[in-house]
């Protein structure tokens, strides 16, 4: 009984935004072309907002089990880790979006060229 509660569900959640897009005209959807660079731009853009909402949610899985620790050191040095872990992985993810976004300013002032 629950397989099949559970099924129609996924089945229902899958055909209804099928059947919501399939209202748009062709003529309605707008074809944008977009450069290498501003590709990549908009990939590195979309990965650092999983980092971020990565470290956010690993800073409060880290703080909640230093509440729950209840005076366990061991449990409350891991905690404290993975709280740590989590910064110096946030400092590090935006210094490679800004170390990115340096080369591809420099690539694109210089019109992709290199000079020999």
Do not use: C, H, R
């Amino acid at each position: 009984m629950f397989k099949k509660i559970l099924y129609s569900i996924a089945v229902s959640a899958l055909a209804f935004p099928a059947t919501a897009l399939a209202q748009i005209a062709v003529e309605d959807v707008e074809v944008v072309e977009e450069s290498l660079p501003g590709l990549i731009d908009k990939a590195i853009n979309f990965a650092l907002g999983l980092v971020v909402l990565l470290a956010v949610g690993l800073i409060i899985y880290g703080g909640v089990k230093m509440m729950t620790s209840q005076g366990k050191s061991e449990d409350f040095k891991q905690a404290q880790n993975i709280v740590i872990y989590a910064i110096i992985g946030l400092i590090v993810a935006f210094l490679a979006w800004a170390l990115v976004n340096w080369v591809l300013q420099e690539l694109l002032s210089q019109g992709g060229t290199t000079s020999s």
